[in-house]
């Protein structure tokens, strides 16, 4: 055959080569075979020498032309199966967006943390500092130095959960005062929120549950700075219009002592089972300082007044949002704390 011939059929071979080629790792051997270093064309371009001047410059035209043709059509059926595969593997990686997914939830707090939270930052916005205490106490913090002597009915076993180590289950935030007041000189405004236990079950009873206690102490610290208090913060959890009321009490830390009420949140006044047919809610203890306590932490009584408060958050919860049992804050059911998303 001669080299034209030759040409003429690497053409044709080309041809139908790249035809049967649906891949580019193929493509590839192709453009080898017939355009690399030892390729067919390259072969035939060497044998020119043996051809004459006019024969070399006809045959040359040729493979030139033969040479472009296949770099152009690999080039072009590059394109082609490039797109090929970007099609197919759009299509295996189809992803359909409008399919509904599975919702993960986002967390949001418990009622009696909402709560607790909610109390906590009325009193940082009068200016009070937030501390605490350990929930294993001392008999020390948690009774003596809140002017509880050992005999007091306070101590009764039926109350407290004592441990095998002479200390105690703190049975309210009280001690909180004791630890501030030995740490901060005066002037003091804090609050300490947090567990407290009790030995305690029924519908409106738990053995752990949650109070926060304020105490504010200066000099000229008076009754009337503890009604103020007391009064914007029941107003700002209960609303403006709330009826407020202070009936004198007991608390071994504080003197003089009272309890305050609430206008009944049910009833409003009427008279319910909530209020015990009485129109009003018992909310907080609270009291001036007792001279007795400021003498335990070594604060002159003489220079010094203050007040203390102290309050339970289950039961403001409960009053909130209507719930009758407070078991239900403490049993992990989800139909029930459900209700509460978004409250805090
Ligand atoms: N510690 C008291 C209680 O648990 C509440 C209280 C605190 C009363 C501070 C007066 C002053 O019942």
Redesign the pocket.
């Known amino acids: 055959m001669d080299i034209k011939a030759q040409l003429l059929q690497v053409k044709t071979d080309f041809e139908s080569d790249l035809e049967n080629t649906e891949n580019l790792q193929l493509l590839n051997e192709i453009r080898v075979k017939y355009l690399g270093k030892k390729g067919v064309i390259t072969s035939v371009l060497k044998s020119l020498g043996s051809l004459s001047v006019e024969e070399r410059k006809e045959v040359g035209l040729i493979a030139n032309q033969i040479k472009d043709f296949i770099e152009e059509s690999l080039k072009v059926k590059e394109e082609k199966l490039k797109a090929k595969e970007l099609e197919e593997k759009l299509k295996r990686e189809y992803l359909d967006v409008t399919l509904p997914h599975s919702w993960h939830s986002i967390g949001y707090s418990h009622p009696v943390i909402a709560t607790l939270n909610e109390i906590t930052s009325i009193f940082v916005s009068m200016g009070f500092s937030v501390e605490s205490g350990p929930e294993v106490e001392s008999e020390d913090y948690n009774f003596t130095m809140l002017n509880i002597p050992p005999h007091h009915p306070a101590r009764d076993m039926q109350d407290t959960f004592y441990l095998n180590n002479g200390m105690v289950l703190r049975t ?1 935030t ?1 001690p909180v005062q004791i630890r501030t007041m030995l740490k901060k000189k005066p002037p003091i405004a804090m609050v300490a929120p947090g567990r407290v236990y009790r030995k305690d079950l029924d519908p409106t009873h738990s053995p752990m549950f949650h ?1 926060i ?1 304020g105490l504010v102490v200066d000099r000229d610290v008076t009754f009337r700075d503890l009604k103020g208090v007391l009064k914007i913060f029941l107003e700002t959890i209960f609303g403006k219009d709330i009826p407020i009321r202070f009936r004198p009490s007991y ?1 071994p ?2 003197e003089p ?1 009272a309890e305050v009420d609430i206008g009944c949140t049910v009833c409003k006044g009427v008279g319910c089972k909530v209020c015990k047919e009485t129109g009003w809610l018992e909310i907080l ?3 001036m300082v007792d001279p007795e306590v400021f003498k335990a932490v070594n604060i002159d009584p003489q220079e010094y007044s203050g007040f ?3 309050l339970g958050i289950e039961r403001i919860a409960m009053l909130r949002y209507q719930i009758t049992d407070i078991r239900l804050l403490f049993n992990n059911d989800m139909r029930f704390l459900s209700q509460f998303e978004g409250i805090g």
Do not use: N
Request: proline share 0%; net charge negative; hydrophobic share 30%.
């Open positions: 309210h009280s109070q206690e608390f830390f504080t002592s203890g609270c009291g203390a408060f102290g």
